[in-house]
Structures are given as structure tokens and as C-alpha cells.
């Protein structure tokens, strides 16, 4: 079956396929309050007392790459890369969000970083918004009030404008799902409000806010440039409980296009999925409330978002199973009259939502495929989570790794998936936002205690190194 992942299969991926790493500037860059760089978010959210955080950590410290970069350049070297993607914090170059502020320090830490990848012949990939927002902005009502959306664009005309003539890979945001249903949903995510309105109001900014930012590139930077520009989406696999179900099978559809669709359709149709518009407003107006919880595009928005795209970025780590069910709570979960939840059976990891099920993946990339006529595909990020016992002896991540690329190697020779590139989360342990430092991501070992945050490669180092190197898995 699909789901039997013992037919592994051996061979190649495309010769043009490229490998990288992942990394966020508030998981790794540290230096929060250094050389004019405003408060943002994420430091407003790990200064709290009591601390929201797992561990009661902040990424004051973090791995320190604001002072360490250089060493990070030579870890990517050493593992072979093609490119890294890594996160500009907003608050370092417009300490209050707008452009009434600008720091140059901010702009030399990045002109030095993205030169000392180019100089290893490490291609930049720069995600613009990776979830640590100004502070000022937030103060002011942050991605709930519509006013950011001019303060986005202005942001990017600055990055576009210092770094694009040697960036050509941009992603507007990284997963606005978690922004704000983290974030304004269940509240475990800076700024912490819950609201079952703020959510869906935060993600209809967040999209009027890409397709300004797509828009600006393309009018005013493309032509010259000749770079990229992208929106990166997560999701799980949803499966059904029980395929042979049909309402089973629609559950799932229902609960894949509330979670990716919500973001995609918009971007790739210029609307969200119907059933989110008839189950919300249905649901809005049994509660008695005059408007839809769900806000609706204008012919203007739903034009500049049509087609905003020239590549789709995907963050997939896990799959859920889905059953039906009739609810009543108002919000993300309640209003797709869905119920998730994780086999017993699938293999973990340190972080409790994260279960090994390869296979989803495969399923993953052709629904996507199959939903979006089979757009250019970039993996973002994919990875696994362990903890200090497993240090660098990480064999658990040696075969997430190892079983998810061999699914991904069957989507692009036996499906025909359209994926050029694929993004392991992460180069090195960071911050993991809620739970601090209790969850690894890296291939690099980072000792927290250490005020010289010393890196060392895991197993899982050499693996993806030999992975990169052979594109693929050599025929036995
Ligand atoms: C990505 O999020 C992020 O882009 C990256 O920054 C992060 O470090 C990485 O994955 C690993 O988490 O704890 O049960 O409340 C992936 C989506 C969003 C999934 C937060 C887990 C918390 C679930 N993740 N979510 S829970």
C-alpha cells in the first residue's frame, strides 16, 4: 500500500534539485537588544513574568549568530549546502516597524552575512517575516488592525532595495497559520491574545500584506533582479480515520483545505476555500453575530492576491487522522466540524505534535500537486526533534530524515511532483518559541550552557552531507 514505507526506492534526484538549511532570526541570532535593534514580539513574550515559556528561556542569547555568523557560514560549507534560508528580523532594520526608523546596523549584520554565503558559493534564500513582528507595531494592534499591511510593504521595499541585487530567493511569510493561530488562537505564541476573530482577521491581513510585498517585487525589483518571490505554507497530511468512509474522506478534504487552503487558495485563486466561507458564515450567523467571523476579499484584493506567487514554500513535519464531527465552538478547530488526532502506532520525537509518518508526506505533496496544477514546489522546512540525551548520537533523526526525502524522491520520479528544493529544519539547536530549549532541531549541536554557544555536528550532520553530495540514494 501507500502507506508501507519498506519499498524504499533507490535513485536520484533531478540534476538541478538543490539541498539547504533553515534557520529564524529569534531562534538563533540573539542579541535582541544590540546595536539599535528595536523590541520585537518574541522579547516582549520571554520577558514575561511569569514566563510563557516551557524552560522560562528567551532567545536573548540564543545561539548568538548576530556575533557568531561566520562560524555558521562553515557549518553550511562543511555540510555541502546549495543555499540557506534564514530570517531577517524586521525590528533590526526598522526598529519600530515603520519607516520612520531605519538602523544601518541592522543592514550590515545581513550585507555581511548574505556576502559570506556568496563568497562560499552559498546561495541566500531570505524569508521576511519569521514571526518576531516589531513591538511598536504590535502596540498599535499588530496584524489584527489593517494598517500594518502599508508598514509590511515598506518593509520589504527596504530588504528588496539593500539586499535583492544579490538575494533571488524571497518568501514573504513563514507559515502565517502558526502567527495566528499560535499567536491569536490558542494564545502559546507571541503576543499571546486568544480570540477566535483575531485569528482569521490576522491571516486576511497577513495575505493582503504578501500580495502588496509580491506585487512590489514584481512591479519594481523582478525585471532587474531577476529573482523570486514565494509565501511559505505548513501543513500536516490529514488522512481519514477511515478511507473507505466517504464522510471520512471529506472530513479530511474539509480539514486539508482549512489549513492550507485557508493561506493558498487565496494566493493561488484569490479567494478562500468555499467551505470555509459557507461553514464559518453559517456558523458566524447561528451565533447570533451580524458579521462572518471570516472577512472577505474586495475584487481589488482578491486580484492582487490571484496568482501571487512564483513558487509555493511548504513546512511539513507530521500528518494527523481525521474524523468527522458536528461542533459548536467557535474558532479554527470548531468551525471545520472536524475532529484530529495522531495513531498510538506512529513513532515520536520530542515534540508531542510531531509523529513520524513518511508516507503523509508523499500523499502531502500530491495533494498539493493535484489541488494547485502542480506549482514549483520548494520544501522549506522538514525535520525532527530529540533532546540533551540523544546529543549528537541522533539516529532518530537519521531515519526522519532518510524515510522523508525517499518519499519526497517517489513524488518527483513516480508522481511528477514539481519540487526543486528541499530545506532541512535546522542547521543548528535554537530556540524552539514555547518550549525554549527542551526540544532539538539541529544537525549541529548547540551547548546552551556555554557562553560561546560551541556547535557540533550530530550523525545526522554527516547523513544529510552524504544525502546532498550522492542527490539521492545510490542504487545498493
Ligand atoms: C516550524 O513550525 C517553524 O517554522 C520553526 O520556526 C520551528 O522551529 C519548527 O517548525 C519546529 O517546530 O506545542 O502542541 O502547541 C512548525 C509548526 C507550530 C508545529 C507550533 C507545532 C506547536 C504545537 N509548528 N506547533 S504545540
Known sequence: SAQNDSDFLYGYFPDDFEWGFATASYQIEGAWNEDGKGENIWDEFTHRVPSPIKDNSTGNVACDSYHKYLEDVELLKNTGVNFYRFSISWSRIQPDGTNRTF???????????????????????????????????????????????????????????????????????????????????????????????????????????????????????????????????????????????????????????????????PVFFGDYPSVMRELIDLKSASEGLLESRLPTFDAYWSQQLNGSWDFLGLNHYSTELVVPENRTDPGFFGDQNTRTYQSVDWPGSASSWLKVVPWGFRKLLNWIKNTYGNPLLLVTENGFSDTDAEGVNDQGRINYYRDYTNNMLKAINLDGCNIKKYTAWSLMDNFEWANGYTERFGVHFVNFTDPARPRTPKNSQRFLKQLFADNGFPPQ
Open 103 to 265: 538602523n544601518q546596523a541592522g543592514i550590515d549584520y545581513y550585507n555581511n552575512l548574505i556576502n559570506a554565503l556568496i563568497a562560499n558559493g552559498i546561495e541566500p534564500m531570505v524569508t521576511l517575516y519569521h514571526w518576531d513582528l516589531p513591538q511598536a507595531l504590535q502596540e498599535v494592534g499588530g496584524w489584527p488592525n489593517e494598517t500594518i499591511v502599508q508598514h509590511f510593504e515598506n518593509y520589504a521595499r527596504v530588504a528588496y532595495s539593500y539586499f535583492g541585487d544579490r538575494v533571488k530567493q524571497w518568501i514573504t511569510f513563514n507559515e502565517a497559520y502558526v502567527t495566528c493561530q499560535q499567536g491569536y488562537g490558542d494564545a502559546s505564541h507571541a503576543p499571546g491574545i486568544a480570540s477566535p476573530i483575531e485569528s482569521y482577521a490576522c491571516a486576511h491581513n497577513i495575505l493582503k500584506s504578501h500580495a502588496l510585498a509580491y506585487r512590489l517585487y514584481e512591479r519594481e525589483f523582478k525585471e532587474r533582479q531577476q529573482g523570486m518571490c514565494g509565501i511559505t505554507i505548513d501543513s500536516e497530511w490529514f488522512e481519514p480515520e477511515d478511507p473507505s468512509n466517504p464522510d471520512h474522506v471529506e472530513a479530511a478534504e474539509r480539514a486539508q483545505r482549512f489549513k492550507h487552503g485557508w493561506y493558498a487558495f
